[in-house]
């Protein structure tokens, strides 16, 4: 069976057809008011941005969705967790300001932030899930204890995930970091004919397992986290990963802990992938890169298989930009995440996310 996925194209002719007023039909549309009843504690999942990037969702569109949630008398919050890097997020005291920083204060978006991992972290809630790497896994307490949820997704590319949309911004984003690094399985290794020893890699280390001995940087695998900070890090490319045993593992692992994010919300998760500056990377980097294809709109669905699909196809659709990261596979058709990291099947979350019951990859695109 196909499940409904509602499109708006970032097109725009007139005054109605405005991208906040877009968001709100898609809102309706998809149904999102059937599944906030009154007083319901609703979590506005989303992606705040790490300091210096500004590829994340636009919080004058996360006011559109906080007014229809408050129009179902539901209680939004605006959330995310900490990270395991270093960088502007790793504490909630940290984390809030960033995200003030960027736009999402009260006066603009129109509801509190809430880091659901609590101050350092440790706001964790097991969530038992009998799947094949995990029996249960570590959910941020306030996300767990919410009653409802509408999930935000920057749709753009990752370096090693392949993809980032609703399956990713629940697994990891809905994780405390305890949860973070049992998704993260594989460790990264030195390449020693690239290494220069500059000490990139050893700067952004967040557990100090990286040195530099004669000139090379060594990682210490017992103290790696698999953050893969260091590959982001490297000039020279000199860190890797092995990419035929265990990235298959870590993209089972992150859909797992998606399907733990959302246990006991039955009925009571919408999702809307924003394919809006479709970047190379992540919002976890300090900076933001071009875009690899033009925007595209806006998805609504309440199945994070199908939502994450589609935009997958939508993005492949698109003739790729040139003057961008992508090296490969601009035409129409062709696979514009591996065109620019090559050895990766960000597919992948969809194909296991629907193997274990999360949703059907097959989908009606109804455009509104």
């Known amino acids: 069976m196909k499940s409904p996925v509602y499109f708006a194209s970032i097109r725009a002719h007139s005054d109605h057809e405005s991208t906040t007023e877009k968001v709100r039909r898609l809102f309706d549309r998809a149904g999102f008011q059937n599944l906030i009843a ?14 210096g990037s500004d590829g ?22 605006l ?20 995200a003030i920083h960027h736009g999402f204060d009260y006066a603009v978006a129109g509801a509190p932030v809430i880091i659901a991992d609590g101050l350092t972290g440790k706001n964790i809630r097991k969530v038992a899930i009998g799947k094949k790497h995990f029996d249960e896994v570590s959910i941020a307490g306030d996300i767990a204890a919410a009653d409802s949820m509408i999930v935000l997704s920057h749709f753009k590319g990752h370096c090693v995930a392949g993809f980032g949309g609703a399956i990713k911004n629940l697994a990891m984003g809905c994780a405390a970091p305890e949860g973070k690094r049992a998704q993260h399985n594989a460790r990264p290794f030195t390449i020693p004919e690239k290494c220069t020893g500059c000490a990139s890699c050893m700067k952004v280390c967040p557990n100090k397992a990286i040195t530099v001995k004669k000139k090379k940087s060594v ?8 953050c893969f900070e260091c590959m982001h890090a490297c000039p020279e490319h000199a860190i890797d990963i092995d990419w035929e045993t265990e990235i298959p593992q870590f993209m089972e692992r992150m859909v797992e802990y998606a399907y733990g ?3 006991g919300k039955e009925n009571k998760v919408g999702y809307m992938n924003f394919l809006i500056r479709i970047t190379p990377e992540c919002d976890c980097f300090p900076f933001t890169d071009a875009p690899i294809v033009p925007d595209i709109g806006i998805l609504a669905s309440t199945d994070p298989v199908a939502i994450d699909a589609a935009s997958f196809d939508l993005v492949n659709q698109q003739q790729g930009f040139m003057d961008s990261m992508l090296t490969a596979h601009h035409h129409t058709g062709e696979d514009k995440f591996t065109g620019v990291h090559a050895q990766t099947d960000g597919f992948r979350q969809v ?5 274990i019951g999360m949703g059907s990859s097959r989908y009606d695109l109804i455009k509104i």
Not at 57 to 74: A, L, M
Not at 351 to 355: F, H, L, M, R, S
């Open 56 to 77: 994340f969702i636009s919080p004058v569109y996360v006011r559109q969705v906080v007014e229809k949630v408050q129009e179902c008398r539901g209680l939004p919050f």
């Open 351 to 355: 194909t296991y996310a629907g193997e």
């Open 79 to 98: 959330t995310d967790t900490n990270t395991l890097y270093l960088g502007g997020r790793t504490n909630a005291v940290e984390h809030i300001g960033t």
């Open 261 to 263: 994010a959302v246990q």
């Open 219 to 226: 990682i210490t695998q017992e103290l790696c986290i698999g």
């Open 38 to 51: 009154p007083q319901d504690k609703t979590a506005v999942k989303l992606h705040f941005g790490e300091t």
